[in-house]
């Protein structure tokens, strides 16, 4: 079993970009990070995503309306961001308060400035296997990681378990896209799939993103397979400081041990997502000035 380890694989990515970012003439790309209100959870996240980018060099914008700010002054705010030309990316940290309609925010976006991928042209042109748009920055790293681990999905049965619009759908399109490095043969699963155990039995590659605590256990998995993990949860732990521990959807202790291929949590999908975000930016930026 060899664990995949998506913090090394993200370091190496923030590199490369650094690299790539102190070639550039000019000003440097900018992204901007609009987070809405004190979601401790949305405090952390816009704060790392924040420090990668002063890390490669790219600017961040950070924007913090507070949590009673209205959709249409939301919209407003983003309608100027999309006609700054000193703006390359725009990211919209989710989840919005309530009241807020977050498709909506997420569609008011100029595609071209949509580094999240959430939009719904960025996301037809993942359906359209057309690269001028920007993959969600989860699944991207997904794939990044299945690359860069040699995994290659050509001929192989990938099977997602879960389809949202963040990760198990868009994910099951790139790894179905007639590409190379991809080109699965794709079996989604969700809450209505019968008999769960037995599709999973049978994946090459299975990708686990349906947020329940350790719900991949050893008899899911064929020998041998590749295990994506990309759930995030936490489980209660007294015995941890701060009264929990982090999981993925995999029973690790029991599954890595039977996989060719592995991802922990956390250290695995997670270190990616960022990396992703800072890839699209400087995409953004170099299409943005094509
Ligand atoms: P989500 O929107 O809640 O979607 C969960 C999906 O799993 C749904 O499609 C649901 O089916 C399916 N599902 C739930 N219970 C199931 C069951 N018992 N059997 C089969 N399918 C089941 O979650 P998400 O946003 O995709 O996130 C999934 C996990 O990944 C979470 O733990 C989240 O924290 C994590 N995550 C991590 C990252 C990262 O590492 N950066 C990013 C995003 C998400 P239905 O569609 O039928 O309801």
Do not use: W
Not at 125 to 146: N, R, W, Y
């Amino acid at each position: 079993m060899e664990l995949i380890d998506g913090n090394q694989i993200a370091a190496d990515i923030v590199a490369e970009l650094k690299a790539q970012v102190s070639g550039l003439p000019g000003r440097k790309p900018c992204i901007a990070l609009v987070r809405v209100g004190e979601d401790p959870a949305s405090v952390s996240y816009v704060k790392k995503k924040e420090k990668t980018a002063a890390e490669i060099g790219i600017e961040s914008r950070i924007i913090l309306p507070p949590a009673t700010i209205t959709q249409a002054e939301l919209e407003k705010l983003i309608d100027d961001l999309n006609a700054d030309p000193a703006v390359d990316g725009i990211l919209v940290q989710s989840p919005l308060p309530k009241h807020l309609d977050e498709a909506a925010a997420f569609r008011r976006l100029a595609a071209h400035k949509d580094v999240d991928g959430f939009h719904t042209l960025n996301i037809g042109k993942v359906a359209q296997e057309d690269d001028t748009g920007f993959v969600a920055c989860t699944p991207a790293g997904i794939m990044e990681l299945l690359a860069r681990s040699g995994t290659d999905l050509k001929g192989k049965h990938v099977v997602v378990l879960g389809r949202s619009l963040i990760v198990g759908k868009p994910v099951a399109l790139l790894a179905l896209q007639k590409k190379a490095g991809a080109n699965g043969t794709v079996t989604i699963c969700h809450s209505g799939t019968k008999d769960v155990a037995s599709l999973t039995r049978q994946a090459d590659v299975l990708i686990a993103a349906i947020g329940r605590a350790e719900f991949v256990t050893a008899d899911m998995v064929k020998p041998g397979a590749v295990v994506i993990d990309v759930g995030i949860n936490r489980v209660p732990d007294p015995s941890k400081k701060t009264g929990y521990r982090l999981t993925g959807d995999v029973h690790f202790p029991t599954v890595a041990p039977l996989t060719s291929k592995v991802t922990p949590v956390p250290g695995g999908v997670g270190p990616m997502t960022v990396a992703m975000l800072m890839k699209n930016t400087l995409k953004a930026f170099r299409q943005n000035h094509a």
